[in-house]
């Protein structure tokens, strides 16, 4: 039953994005002409069948792993009679087919709000040439489910009474359940600005203000991207036993590419909001977004990257690259049919202004971007042309990441006292003095406590200023509210006061980065029962191993004390599909994590004990936390207040005053 309500749901939702397709096409060509549109040729109406559709495959599904339906491939493979609830929902993202069955999911709600949203606006180009992009997007996707990526092939005849079960990184850490949806999210919403851009690009409509309309959307985007980046990062610390949060794995840098040209986009398209630059600039960025999320989406699901997070191979790549190859050939196209309009009249008056800065971002984050992609596709091209494997390891996007790190605190610290067209030098030094002098004097108490290292240095002197100058803006809007008569947390809303909310949490995670890395300490001691050792001026004591089943897994989990507290139990789960380490961590916001991984040494009573001292580590995930909640206030409108009209008896005439 679940197989024929699932293979019903992905033909009827198939069905339905193809056929709002060519309507919407045929929409467009009659009111180009002049025609009028009867309502069953509007193709927008065919976004609620796709969605229904869409729903009954995921509930057909979502039946299956709950109930352990091993007449379904998909489920036999990714789950077991023993698997927790909680696994055998998020079972749906373990694996290839699921995962594009999640992301047609997240793509037809987010057309379905995209036609709620624009419903009064249906008969403008922009809007239709918008949809139609969305319902092509949506048609190829289902077609993979309904073709080589189907997730509703059964087992045959003979039904297997047990499953594989998940992998066992994915039923090890509930985060299972939040980072790859909120990923996902973050990946597909960055479609709708590519859309209204192809939509405005046909359409002729450039001088219209749908900048801002794809500034919001790709700030939504931005926004549950960098939480699940975040959260990826924290999952990996927490199951990979390998006392880290980044490595540049090529799927990480798969997520992290749209990221940070994401993160030029948002920031360049308020240029364009505020002064008409940068259109073309922009336009291309909007492009590049989306293909990179494509190009995300081959990488992990092609299986030509070797990873933990990599899905197993598929047939998919080459139907990916086409789609690619399709989504760059429209847009630079379009970009180039209409670049003579495109052009702006003016331009940047000087370097030492916001607009300077805004462009010296988006050429950091898009040069490293560059780097990223030239780091992780490389392997693949010599592999292709030497037949021999090659890896780029941490050591050279370090090498470029610390540089950029650097430079983009420094315009975080100085871009907020910028004005805009141009600012003088003692009018920026006056809004920056008092975080320079604090900065300096932090600097002045770390080398006298010993701390070297001139780029530590200097990303603490910088995060401090960039950390004052944030309040400093904050402060602002907030008193400008209450100038208003506005209650004081308005002054909290809008992009203003939300990129400053962002700007504290990147000092948090910068804190939090160079504390960690600079200021970390590792030894891996050899303890019998009973015996402790002092790494990093932490006292581990070793007590016992313990043997701890479940119907999950089995567990030889390390008995450790850290520093006479409490009780940590560093393990060693062996689940159905393998073992994998389970480190334990004793953390602390204002303090060291004590990162613990148990390594057997097969020596009597005796065992190894990988210990790992990472200070302020913590501050990693709020700064992530707070950046996330930046986004969401920047999104965020205050509300408008209207006065009370005044009484025409008493006083002058009554009249609707503006609001406030």
Do not use: K
């Not at 920056?432 to 002197?461: H, N, P």
């Not at 989990?557 to 389970?582: H, K, N, W």
């Not at 700064?623 to 408008?640: E, Q």
């Amino acid at each position: 039953m679940p197989a024929s309500l699932g293979t019903l749901g992905v033909v009827v939702a198939f069905i339905g994005a193809a056929l709002g397709l060519v309507l919407q096409l045929v929409e467009l060509r009659l009111r180009a002409i002049g025609r009028p549109v009867p309502p069953w040729l509007e193709g927008r109406r065919l976004v609620a069948l796709v969605l229904f559709g869409v729903l009954l495959a995921v509930g057909a599904m979502e039946y299956a792993l709950v109930t352990h339906d091993f007449s379904l491939a998909y489920v036999a493979e990714n789950n077991a009679t023993v698997t927790p609830l909680l696994y055998s929902i998020t079972g749906l993202w373990s694996a290839l087919a699921g995962s594009i069955l999640l992301w047609a999911l997240l793509l037809t709600v987010v057309t379905s709000v995209f036609v709620v949203v624009y419903r009064r606006r249906h008969d403008d180009p922009v809007v239709g040439w918008a949809t139609v992009v969305l319902f092509a997007t949506a048609t190829f996707f289902l077609g993979l489910i309904a073709g080589p990526a189907s997730p509703f092939a059964t087992t045959g005849s003979v039904v297997p009474q047990q499953g594989a079960g998940p992998n066992v990184l994915l039923q090890d850490n509930p985060l299972v359940a939040i980072h790859p949806p909120l990923i996902y999210s973050g990946l597909v919403l960055f479609t709708v600005p590519f859309a209204i851009v192809i939509g405005t690009l046909a359409a002729g409509r450039l001088g219209d203000a749908w900048h801002a309309d794809t500034r919001r959307w790709a700030l939504t985007a931005w926004t549950f991207l960098t939480v699940g980046v975040l959260l990826g990062a924290w999952w990996s610390y927490q199951v990979l036993g390998w006392g880290g949060f980044w490595g540049w794995d090529p799927v990480e840098n798969a997520a992290l590419l749209p990221w940070l040209v994401g993160t030029a986009y948002v920031h360049s398209v308020v240029v364009e909001e505020r002064r008409g630059l940068l259109r073309v600039w922009n336009l291309t960025l909007a492009i590049s977004v989306f293909s990179l999320t494509i190009l995300a989406t081959y990488f992990t699901r092609s299986g030509v990257l070797q990873s933990v997070h990599a899905f197993s191979s598929s047939t998919l790549g080459g139907l990916l690259l086409g789609f690619l190859a399709l989504v760059l050939a429209t847009g630079l196209g379009l970009l180039a049919w209409r670049g003579d309009t495109l052009r702006s009249p003016i331009g940047i008056d000087a370097p030492l202004s916001r607009e300077g800065a805004f462009v010296a971002n988006n050429v950091l984050f898009v040069g490293f971007a560059l780097v990223v992609l030239l780091g992780t596709v490389f392997p693949l091209g010599y592999q292709a042309i030497e037949h021999s494997t090659v890896t780029v390891g941490p050591p050279y996007y370090d090498s470029v990441a610390v540089p950029v790190g650097l430079c983009v605190l420094f315009l975080m610290a100085i871009a907020p006292a910028l004005g805009w067209r141009q600012v003088e030098r003692w009018v920026l030094w006056r809004r920056v003095r008092v975080g320079a002098w604090t900065g300096a004097l932090l600097v002045v108490a770390l080398v006298a406590d010993g701390v070297r290292g001139v780029g530590t240095l200097v990303a603490f002197l910088l995060a401090v200023i960039a950390a004052w100058t944030a309040v400093r803006a904050l402060a602002a809007n907030v008193r400008a509210a209450r100038t208003r008569g506005a209650p004081l947390w308005h002054g909290l809303l809008g992009r203003s006061s939300g990129g400053m909310v962002v700007h504290l949490g990147v000092v948090l995670a910068t804190v939090a980065i160079v504390s960690s890395v600079s200021f970390s300490t590792h030894a891996t001691v050899v303890l019998a029962p009973g015996q402790a050792s002092a790494v990093g001026g932490h006292r581990v004591a070793y007590e016992a191993v313990r043997v701890v089943r479940s119907p999950v897994r089995t567990a030889t989990e390390m008995v450790v004390q850290v520093d006479g507290g409490g009780l940590f139990y560093p393990a060693i789960s062996r689940f159905a599909g393998g073992s994998v380490q389970t480190p334990a961590i004793d953390s602390s916001l204002l303090g060291d994590d004590v990162y613990l991984t148990f390594v057997p040494t097969g020596h009597g009573s005796s065992v190894a004990l990988s210990v790992t001292v990472e200070p302020y580590v913590s501050w990693l995930w709020v700064g992530g936390l707070v950046a996330g909640l930046g986004g969401v206030l920047a999104l965020a409108r205050p509300p408008r207040r209207r006065r009370r009209l005044v009484n025409p008896v008493v006083a002058e005439p009554a009249r609707e005053l503006e609001p406030v």
